[in-house]
């Protein structure tokens, strides 16, 4: 990575990445003086609420596809069909 030196101009992006920089350490700072420095989310707490809602979401997929399953095995056409095999038979 290029330093920055005297003698070198500031580009634009090099103003941008610094403006970034300093813009991500004052939301840190605001953010532990407003929640408070142990309640401040991390990477890994992020992770943890993405891997819950995945599981919440497989849940709520796997009971609808009961529901879905248990419907369809007492539905009246399904019985009537049923019938007239064992009457065929």
Do not use: C, H, Y
Not at 13 to 42: C, F, H, I, M
Not at 45 to 51: E, G, Q, Y
Not at 71 to 88: F, G, Y
């Amino acid at each position: 990575m290029a330093t920055v030196t005297p003698t070198q101009p500031l580009g634009f992006a090099t103003v941008s990445r610094t403006l970034v920089a300093l813009a991500a350490d004052v939301v840190t700072e605001v953010q532990k003086v407003v929640v408070g420095p142990e309640r401040v989310r991390t990477a890994r707490d992020n992770a943890w609420a993405a891997i819950q809602a995945d599981r919440a979401r497989a849940e709520a997929r796997a009971e609808t596809s009961r529901a879905v399953a248990a419907m369809i095995k007492t539905s009246p056409r399904r019985a009537a069909r049923a019938q007239k095999l064992v009457a065929v038979r």
